[in-house]
């Protein structure tokens, strides 16, 4: 069974930033993408980054969020800058083999137990 555990969320003021931070175990190199889910909203995309270094985000947050895998297999992080408070919301990490799965169907095999984002002053 993969493992996925984020970190990195917090209390924020309008205008910081917060780095999140997810890793995924497995010997196998995985798709990995951020999701979030504010209250009594559905779950959406944010960003996602293939092991060879593609990525893409959510037009919501582009200029905003940089999404990057650092040298380890299956780390992962979520650079977020400017933030606002309609981006406090819980984050969810993604892990899956096929990057067309998240990036189009939104689905993945492997997610983490989410991490709190809160932007308020």
């Known amino acids: 069974q993969v493992r996925v555990v984020e970190s990195g969320g917090g209390l924020v003021q309008p205008g910081g930033s917060l780095r999140l931070s997810c890793e995924a175990s497995g010997r196998t190199e995985y798709s990995m993408a951020w999701f979030r889910q504010a209250p009594g909203k559905a779950r959406e995309f944010v960003a996602i980054a293939s092991p060879g270094g593609t990525t893409n985000v959510a037009d919501f947050v582009k200029g905003r969020f940089t999404i990057s895998r650092d040298g380890r297999k299956n780390s992962m992080a979520l650079q977020m800058n400017s933030l606002k408070p309609e981006d406090t919301a819980v984050y969810y990490c993604?892990?899956?083999?096929?990057?067309?799965?998240?990036?189009?169907?939104?689905?993945?095999?492997?997610w983490g137990q989410g991490t709190q984002v809160t932007v308020s002053s």
């Open positions: 993604a892990a899956d083999l096929a990057y067309g799965r998240i990036a189009i169907q939104h689905q993945a095999d492997y």
